[in-house]
């Protein structure tokens, strides 16, 4: 009786801990966030069009909740047959844990936080393959970014044909590796026997070896339309705060954006940071409205990240499905 009373404390201090630190952590943000309040201050009207927009900007934030929570059924219907609430309230879960820890690796913790215990590690791996997924498609857009910002602003650069031709070169090929390793993992098991590498990454390569190429695909189609979401939300956030920037050169900053939040590693507390300084550096290449620029990134945080990870606390503490 103590040792499950003990148990069962330690397991709510460790709920209220989470709790406790995702809302600290937010508090934190936007206190720290001197843009808000002169915005909040400021002479900004809002009109039918601008309320359109953030009634838009939130409906697609439940979209991209949603696209994730399908994929995530996907994801573990080889460990547990769950429906798209259940798949939903296991991500606002993982949102809530990863919020606050390095490059959000708690989505992994959290995630699988309402399995039962034997299926806890597989719902790790499975977590895994999403994410490769997703990076996948990050990394493919990027790379695009990149070739279209170099291919269109080649004279204003002084690179030569040559000098393009190698990174366009260089991209195909690496966009090929990353696709073929994605829908073969056996081939990176092998690379891993043969020279060494991957070598904490066996068990997840081979959980992702398991799934069939149909499955792969419609896994790779959800993280694609999650990408839309978040390029539509943030774009439409630009035309909100009166940025004058084209869909096109829009497309080739966000895709930089993302890209370099993916390679670059971060924390919790520097998030912001990160997302506000690569936004102010990519999209400033389009426009000089570095202010508006950084409230609609600090926006899209608040939005896609702060209001489900608020809404993930709530079924940390409550929920349960097992």
């Given at each position: 009786?103590?040792?499950?009373?003990?148990?069962?404390?330690?397991?709510?201090?460790?709920?209220?801990?989470?709790?406790?630190?995702?809302?600290?952590?937010?508090?934190?943000?936007?206190?720290?966030?001197?843009?808000?309040?002169?915005?909040l201050l400021g002479n900004f009207v809002f009109n039918r069009i601008k309320v359109s927009?953030?009634?838009?900007?939130?409906?697609?934030?439940?979209?991209?909740?949603?696209?994730?929570?399908?994929?995530?059924?996907?994801?573990?219907?080889?460990?547990?047959?769950?429906?798209?609430?259940?798949?939903?309230?296991?991500?606002?879960?993982?949102i809530s844990v990863g919020i606050f820890t390095p490059n959000r690796l708690g989505e992994f913790v959290g995630r699988p936080y309402f399995l039962d215990k034997l299926k806890m590690v597989p719902g790790f791996f499975a977590a895994v393959v999403g994410s490769l997924s997703?990076?996948?498609?990050?990394?493919?857009?990027?790379?695009?970014?990149?070739?279209?910002?170099?291919?269109?602003?080649?004279d204003m650069l002084s690179i030569s044909k040559t000098y393009i031709y190698l990174i366009l070169t260089f991209s195909v090929l690496l966009i090929i590796f990353i696709g073929y390793a994605y829908f073969n993992p056996v081939f990176l098991v092998k690379l891993k026997r043969k020279f060494g590498v991957f070598k904490k990454r066996e068990e997840e390569l081979q959980f992702l070896a398991s799934y069939k190429l149909k499955e792969l695909l419609n896994i790779l189609f959800?993280?694609?339309?999650?990408?839309?979401?978040?390029?539509?939300?943030?774009?439409?956030?630009?035309?909100?705060?009166?940025?004058?920037?084209?869909?096109?050169?829009a497309f080739i900053g966000i895709g930089l954006i993302y890209l370099f939040l993916l390679v670059i590693p971060g924390f919790a507390l520097s998030e912001i940071g990160v997302r506000g300084s690569l936004a102010i550096f990519f999209l400033g290449m389009f426009s000089n409205?570095?202010?508006?620029?950084?409230?609609?990134?600090?926006?899209?945080?608040?939005?896609?990240?702060?209001?489900?990870?608020?809404?993930?606390?709530?079924?940390?503490?409550?929920g349960k499905f097992k």
């Open positions: 009786m103590t040792a499950l009373f003990k148990k069962k404390t330690n397991f709510l201090i460790l709920k209220v801990s989470i709790v406790l630190s995702t809302y600290a952590y937010i508090a934190y943000k936007i206190y720290n966030s001197k843009e808000i309040p002169q915005f927009i953030i009634i838009i900007v939130f409906f697609l934030m439940i979209v991209n909740w949603l696209l994730e929570a399908v994929k995530w059924k996907i994801l573990v219907k080889k460990i547990i047959k769950i429906n798209v609430a259940q798949s939903l309230y296991s991500v606002l879960a993982g997703q990076s996948f498609i990050t990394i493919l857009i990027g790379i695009l970014s990149i070739n279209l910002y170099l291919l269109g602003n080649q959800f993280s694609f339309s999650r990408y839309v979401v978040f390029f539509m939300q943030f774009y439409l956030l630009l035309v909100f705060f009166n940025i004058e920037i084209s869909g096109y050169n409205d570095y202010s508006a620029i950084l409230l609609a990134t600090i926006s899209l945080w608040i939005i896609n990240l702060a209001l489900p990870a608020i809404w993930g606390t709530f079924i940390v503490m409550y």
